[in-house]
Structure formats: structure tokens, C-alpha cells
């Protein structure tokens, strides 16, 4: 089992910055990638990054250039440092992490841009 728990959510304006974190703990050493997703109500779950275990970095086409994911393996921790915000960027993030076929999630942080 692996448990995450993030943090960092918030209300900024547009074209303000926040940084997410989540710390993940438990069965953590055969994770094969972490990542955030974003969910907006009435729409599916997005994939927002991926980091993989080898520190491969994945982005969705509209957040590339704006969010930057990294990792600190020795706190067991992801982070999301989100720049240029803009109020279609509201929602709630989970961070996830896969070990092989098996997803796990967080509870999520609301994240809400005014314009």
C-alpha cells in the first residue's frame, strides 16, 4: 500500500505561481512513476505531469512550458510548481503514483485561479 498526502492548494489570482507537494510513504521503492492530475467539476480526471521512476518527465500539451514536476527522493516527494496560472487552470489535483498496473491516489487540494 502507498498512502499520499498533499498540500499547497490555494486561491491566487492569474498569472500567479503555487507549488503542490505530496509526500508519499508506505510501499514506496517499486513505484514505478509519480504524478498530479487535475479534475474539474462536470469533466474527466486530466493528467497534468509524470515523473517516472527514472526521472523521465511527462506534461499535458496545454500545461508544457507553465508547470514544472520534480521529485525529492530523499523526502519522498513530488512537487508541482505551477506558474502563470489562469482561471481555466482551477480545480482539484491529486498526486497519484502507479506500481504497475495499480494506481494509487491522494485526497486532493483545490487549487483556484481568479481572473
Known amino acids: 500500500q502507498v498512502q499520499l498526502l498533499e498540500s499547497g492548494g490555494g486561491l491566487v489570482q492569474a498569472g500567479g505561481s503555487l507549488r503542490l507537494s505530496c509526500a508519499a510513504s508506505g510501499s514506496i521503492f517499486t513505484l514505478n512513476s509519480l504524478g498530479w492530475y487535475r479534475q474539474v467539476p462536470g469533466k474527466e480526471r486530466e493528467r497534468v505531469a509524470t515523473i517516472t521512476s527514472g526521472g523521465v518527465t511527462i506534461y499535458a500539451d496545454s500545461m508544457k512550458g507553465r508547470f514544472t514536476i520534480s521529485r525529492d527522493p530523499a523526502k519522498n516527494t513530488v512537487y508541482l510548481q505551477m506558474n502563470s496560472l489562469k482561471p481555466e487552470d482551477t480545480g482539484v489535483y491529486y498526486c497519484?503514483?502507479?506500481?504497475?498496473?495499480?494506481?494509487?491516489w491522494g485526497q486532493g487540494t483545490q487549487v483556484t485561479v481568479s481572473s
Open positions: 497519484s503514483a502507479r506500481e504497475g498496473t495499480k494506481l494509487y
